[in-house]
């Protein structure tokens, strides 16, 4: 009975640690960027970063859920191209990916406000526990 309720206080801290902390996971599933990710991906992500410290080479998470794309996604980890500090945008691409992502402006680019995060670690996982997930 004791241990029962101390894992159940321990989930709840980490719950809340976790509410309160600057990070969040998120699921990866895809292939744009293999080999860095596998198509079932563990990703810790930094929320509220200064984009204008974003480089080159960097991965972040972007929000596209309102962009008509060909993919179900909402939002995609990728690699930064360009960093745009002086329009406030950048350009990323899947290391996967033979071209630039699609443009979400006449330019290509994405506006600041679509990066959600920068990806911190990552751990590929075995893709049968991605199944369950739409």
């Excluded at 600057?22 to 198509?39: A, C, H, I, Q, W």
Aim: glycine fraction near 6%.
């Amino acid at each position: 009975m004791k241990t029962g309720i101390i894992i159940f206080l321990v989930i709840i801290l980490v719950i809340g640690l976790f509410a309160i902390s600057p990070y969040n996971f998120v699921l990866g599933k895809g292939d744009s960027m293999k080999p860095t990710f596998n198509n079932c991906t563990l990703i810790l992500i930094k929320n509220n970063i200064n984009p204008l410290l974003v480089e080159r080479g960097e991965i972040v998470l972007i929000n596209i859920s309102d962009v008509q794309t060909k993919f179900e996604f909402e939002k995609i980890a990728h690699r930064v191209v360009n960093n745009d500090k002086i329009h406030k945008k950048i350009s990323t691409r899947g290391d996967n990916n033979l071209t630039y992502d699609f443009p979400t402006q006449v330019d290509g680019y994405f506006d600041y406000e679509r990066i959600l995060g920068k990806v911190r670690y990552h751990l590929d996982i075995p893709t049968n526990f991605c199944n369950g997930f739409a």
